[in-house]
């Protein structure tokens, strides 16, 4: 039984050290998304304000240009909510198998210490 403890404690380790690694990944892979959407936005936004100054420009009619530039803006804001949902499902996700790691540990720790005792 003590010879298994160690090895028990080294997987234990491992497995935590695996769902560090998972979760530190998640966070990087979930702040890359967030920055991408961002940058999508922006560059979405910024053609939405030319957009618009060119027709304000060239002497268009100006409703029409603020209602496209409403609608850029409103897809932009689509774009960057539907990029925060897919996010979160993508970090649960994540969370949820570090949370299958998790108590892998512990069961791996409650048989340990029941082996010992």
Do not use: C, H, W
Not at 45 to 54: D, V
């Amino acid at each position: 039984m003590r010879v298994s403890l160690p090895d028990e404690i080294r997987k234990a380790t491992e497995i935590q050290k695996e769902s560090e690694r998972y979760l530190r990944a998640a966070r990087e892979e979930a702040q890359r998304i967030v920055e991408e959407a961002k940058r999508e936005a922006g560059k979405i936004l910024e053609r939405a304000r030319l957009e618009a100054e060119k027709m304000v420009e060239e002497n268009k009619i100006v409703q029409q240009a603020e209602q496209k530039a409403k609608e850029i803006l409103n897809q932009a804001q689509s774009e960057a909510e539907m990029r925060r949902k897919e996010t979160d499902e993508y970090i649960l996700n994540v969370l949820s198998r570090l949370e299958r790691f998790a108590r892998r540990i512990l069961e791996v720790v409650e048989e340990g210490r029941k082996e010992f005792e």
